[in-house]
């Protein structure tokens, strides 16, 4: 299938208004027996505004998927995270949620574990010594899970059917009605 890609010039910038900096990028690309998925990356040339996002294309329900991560094989596995996805570690007691800045990417098991760290790293500045010790274990725990000497399990939820864990062993199905409604209503890292 040919790679399909288009650029958007548009003729003032949404967020600083000067003219002819900003653009919109996309490509359309196909994962074998998954199916069509659409990056996006906008930006400014002027006031270095960007904001990137992955979407799986086609009629999709609210999604969960889960996936048990248990060898350092498992860290290959693609995963498709869109900006509205939630991510949920539960053996962890981790629950990235999607602020309004969020972002959607492309990666594997091993980066959204990454990403996590770095969100669990952020939340834990400046907070008080006990919830910063909790974070720091689970930052460790996270450390272990990518060293393949952990079982955890990888949990990816979006409303809009966006998000995708690619492999036959991830579980997927649409989410409850009690799963939506719990979905969106905060934005934070519940980590700490
Ligand atoms: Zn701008």
Redesign the pocket.
Known sequence: MPKREFLLPIER??????KG??RVKGRIDYIPYFGEMMQTSAS??????RHADVMCLGERPPLRYEFQVTSEEDLKVRVVKSSTGTIKLPELGVTVEPGPASQGYVSNVEGVLGRVKEAIELAIEGIDAVRRRRGKARIKKLDEVCAGKRRARLILMDPFGHSAIVNERARKRKLTKRELASLGRTSRTRAA
């Not at 910038?13 to 000067?18: D, H, L, R, V």
């Open positions: 910038c949404p967020i600083c208004g000067a900096t900003f400014c040339t002027s006031c270095k505004f």
